[in-house]
């Protein structure tokens, strides 16, 4: 676990911006985790040290967190 601010990511998809986006939020912010709430189309994006988490594993938790 790193020491800076923890950056999360909602995404489906592997959208053109992402490598962009991926690499600035990496150059700029050296000491923080960067996670990845997406899908198997962007866990690829675990090379780079991004923390991927398949959105699937958090649809209970979600549809718990929507009724409030």
């Given at each position: 676990?790193?020491?800076?601010?923890?950056?999360?990511?909602?995404?489906?998809?592997?959208?053109?911006?992402?490598?962009?986006?991926f690499?600035?939020?990496?150059?700029?912010n050296?000491?923080?985790?960067?996670?990845?709430?997406?899908?198997?189309?962007?866990?690829?994006?675990?090379?780079?040290?991004?923390?991927?988490?398949?959105?699937?594993?958090?649809?209970?938790?979600?549809?718990?967190?929507?009724?409030?």
């Open positions: 676990m790193k020491t800076g601010i923890p950056m999360i990511f909602f995404h489906m998809g592997d959208s053109y911006y992402l490598p962009y986006t690499n600035q939020i990496l150059q700029s050296p000491d923080s985790d960067i996670y990845l709430i997406g899908n198997e189309a962007n866990k690829h994006y675990e090379k780079l040290g991004i923390i991927h988490v398949d959105m699937r594993t958090c649809e209970e938790t979600a549809k718990a967190f929507e009724k409030i």
